[in-house]
């Protein structure tokens, strides 16, 4: 009889086929206790010390291997696995490849991008080299997934190395991303939602602000105080005029979260308690709920079937209006006075018509709170003075607010204070106190920060399109968006709402039509003085079309324009949010043929479409240095607005190739890059590495990438939506579009154009400015 064979206790044996997916989510891939194959060539001693096969050193010229065929494994029916300590491993892949020290492995890392794995069926004795950075930088993943679930050793399939890069990231964004950026505003969410990056007090201590009218809600939060000493947390109760400029200035030495939507739930105790509804931030140093994040990370939920977490996001979107008078730019307190672009009405749209159909009548109630709190708004934010210029009937992002914004970087204004403050012989700080102070009065720098202010509830912060002008500027995007608000409550009134809507909060109706006279009328209407009607909405849409074309439509040049109230002018900036007309459906058929034969190529990059153009940028110097909402920068608002809009014209081939060069983009930089998923891109130079005034975020990360980033996960999953089979997997096999749609380049770009396109070196040479005396 054979010996028996000793093994620590804890030891699970497995079996050479797992029945665990090699590509299965990470907690339940590691899930599980540490586990070891049962081969007839076990060795004891591999339990107490493992022996990671090591490559040789990066400087060492002769590789002493052995013949590849006795050096690996073969094997014909089973996938292959591989047996690892994982301590050992990181700490080797690390020492190794992780050559810049960044705890990750990535295409500038100098590393020999080698590794042998000793595998599961000789338990350790034969090995297999892991070549290359992606599957290095995948190894490394893998092994800080394993150590989270606590594992020492495990068994790795190879599938997970290899993994189809498209297949694995939408995996990650749809089982980890979205479950990393969830947030919740009650007692077991607090201490992650309170901390705040953008904090320059040097108080960490959390606070929150609760609104009036919620005594209750202010209650839960004093109690949460109670049982958690250990926060200090502060509960204060907001005035029933939260967004009062002057009061909002006095907390920024105080700032603090807003309190948000919760539910009613047992507290397993016969009784009832407050729960924080779930939401997602866009990460990295943005840990609060934003307006026009959540539009765009709401359409990457709806493809990942997560409804009610995108529902969720509408009802607090309803109580901010409710109670702070405006969607807020974000619920922080220093957000009070400002707003962001408003897509409230579509995003309540979509998610309806994907809500369960079991309880019809209750999907209706919370539409009819969606659309009453988006007409709130439209008449007390967007067609209200200031915002509204009634001599054009149209809008303007021109939000309240006094002194410095506080959620900036400290230095971020000091070039523009430093002449104010040699003026009257201060230092920047000393005289950037007394300005906010209002010891000093400077009317050209409250112009300033009435422009800067606005920029910012514009969301496209910063851009030379809108420097010292955006609150006098009617754009073609608010104007579109605002557009597709009064369709939608139209559309939601008429096939919804029997063509009849009570409204239950009293407040004013704006005028209309919008004339000077009539706004200078202090009589006004009365929200509950009568039921709405989807014809009134349609006029209102008719008119804003009307007026689109009249002031932002510029014939010669088939593009829209931004048109500044002031100087009563359009503003020649070419902005690829042009192209937004075309989503919210107030293009004619003429414009849209004229936009995409036309204007479509003047944004057009290898890495999808850039913010704006080269030309009205204007030349870059260590004085008028890079704004990252201009070109060569990429954000995916404009990549999916742009998508939705030609499909909806019915140029989906457009849309497809719009859609693979950025989803090329996007995967070569998680192949290349050790998983990362940023804010923004370089479209030209494809690089995530931005030279701009914020940098990136979503790109500081140990090991693993965590969140990515909300609005880029959602561009994922979204564009995904619009690629077929084809372009996927040309996508997976990092195919570039200069390649994929080598026909379209011969048709569209010149010779020389065409040449220059399909080499990405060149493209990154020219964007260098080499000047000779």
Known sequence: ???????????????????????????????????????????????????????????????????????????????????IDVEETIRVVLEQEDTDGDFQISVTDAGPKMMALGTATSNGFKTFDIRGTYMLSNLLQELAL?????????????????????????????????????????????????????????????????????????????NVAKEKPHMNLDVQVLPQKPDDPTFVKSLNSKPGILALAMNKVDDGRGGKTLKGIPFIVPGARFNELYNWDSYFISLGLLVDGQVNMAKGMVDHFIFEIKHYGKILNGSRSYYLCRTQPPFLTDMALQIYNQLDRSDVDENRRWLKRAIQAAIKEYHTIWV?????????????????????????????FTHILEPFAAKHGLSVLEFSEKYNNGVLKEPDL??????????????????????????????????????????DIGTAIREVFDDELELEEDFDLAPFPPTSETYANPHRERSKSRPQTSAEWFERAEYRNQQIDKYLWNESKSLYFDYDTAKEQQILYESVTALWPLWAGCASEEQCWKLVSQSLKKFEVLGGLVSGTEESRGKIS???????????????PHQIMAWVGLERYGYLDEAQRLAYRFLYMMTTAFVDFNGVVPEKFDAVKLSHLVDAEYGNQGIDFKMVPREGFGWMNAA??????????????????????????????????????????????????????????
């Not at 007692?187 to 904090?199: R, V, Y």
């Not at 260590?622 to 995916?636: E, F, G, H, K, V």
């Not at 994922?716 to 084809?726: A, I, R, W």
């Open 1 to 83: 009889m054979a010996p028996a064979l000793t093994h620590p206790t804890g030891v699970t044996f497995v079996p050479d086929h797992d029945i665990t997916k090699p590509v299965s989510d990470p907690a339940q891939y590691y899930g599980g206790g540490d586990s070891f194959t049962r081969s007839r060539t076990y060795s004891h001693s591999h339990i107490h010390s493992y022996d990671v096969k090591r490559a040789p050193a990066f400087q060492d010229d002769t590789h002493g291997r052995s013949r590849r065929l006795s050096h690996d494994e073969k094997s014909v029916t089973a996938p292959r696995r591989f047996l």
């Open 146 to 222: 394993a150590r989270d679930h606590g594992r020492k050793r495990i068994v790795l399939d190879e599938a997970r190395l290899t993994e189809n890069p498209v297949d694995r990231l939408s995996r990650m964004i749809k089982n980890s991303f979205w479950h990393s950026l969830t947030r919740r505003i009650d007692g077991e969410g607090l201490e992650i939602i309170t901390a705040d990056p953008k904090n320059r007090t040097g108080r960490v201590n959390p606070r929150i602000y609760v609104p009036y009218g919620e005594p209750e809600m202010a209650e839960y939060y004093r």
């Open 384 to 412: 209200a003075e200031p915002r509204m210029d009634p001599k054009t009937g149209l809008s303007r992002y021109r939000p309240d607010g006094l002194g410095i914004p506080p959620e900036t970087e400290a230095t971020h």
């Open 446 to 487: 409250d112009e300033y920060f009435l422009h800067d202010r606005a920029v910012r509830e514009s969301g496209h912060d910063t851009t030379y399109r809108f420097e010292k002008r955006c609150a006098n500027l009617a754009t073609i995007d608010l104007q579109s968006l605002l557009y597709k608000y009064e369709v």
């Open 622 to 636: 260590l004085d008028r240095p890079n704004r990252q909402w201009d070109y060569p920068y990429a954000w995916p």
């Open 716 to 773: 994922y999953q979204v564009g995904l939506s619009f690629l077929n089979t084809h372009m996927r997997r040309a996508v997976a096999a990092c195919t570039s579009p200069e390649v994929f749609f080598q026909s379209y380049n011969s048709a569209v770009l010149s010779p020389n154009e065409t040449s220059r396109a399909v080499d990405a070196l060149g493209l990154a040479m020219d964007s260098l400015e080499i000047t000779t005396q």
